[in-house]
C-alpha cells in the first residue's frame, strides 16, 4: 500500500499514517519497521504491508518513497561570480 505521514514523533520513535478517509483509523507505524530511513517526516509518501493487531492497524516494512526532487544526482553547479584574490599594490621604495 502507499499513503502519506500523518504525524510522527521522533522522540518516541513512532507515528501514523494517514488510512485515506477521515472516519477510518490511522494506521500507526514504529521506527523499527522503517526499512530504507530513520525517520519520517509529516506529508511524506511512504509504501507498507498493512496488518492488525491487538490495538489496530500497523504498518511493517515500511519504506520512504523519494521523489526525483530529493534525491536528484544532478551534480552541484556553482553559478557564483568569481572574485580574484587580493593583491596589495607595488610599492615604489
Not at 33 to 49: A, D, H, P, S
Not at 87 to 92: C, F, I, T
Request: glycine share 6%; charged share 25%.
Amino acid at each position: 500500500m502507499r499513503t502519506t505521514v500523518k504525524n510522527w514523533f521522533s522522540e518516541k520513535g513512532y507515528g501514523f499514517l494517514n488510512n485515506g478517509s477521515e472516519n477510518a483509523p490511522d494506521i500507526m507505524v514504529h521506527v523499527s519497521e522503517l526499512r530504507n530511513c530513520e525517520y519520517l517526516k509529516t506529508g511524506r509518501t511512504v509504501e507498507f504491508e498493512c496488518h492488525i493487531n491487538q490495538r489496530g492497524l500497523v504498518a511493517k516494512n515500511v519504506k520512504l518513497i523519494y521523489d526525483d526532487a530529493i534525491t536528484s544526482t544532478k551534480p552541484y553547479q556553482n553559478n557564483s561570480p568569481v572574485i580574484p584574490p587580493y593583491r596589495p599594490p607595488h610599492s615604489r621604495y
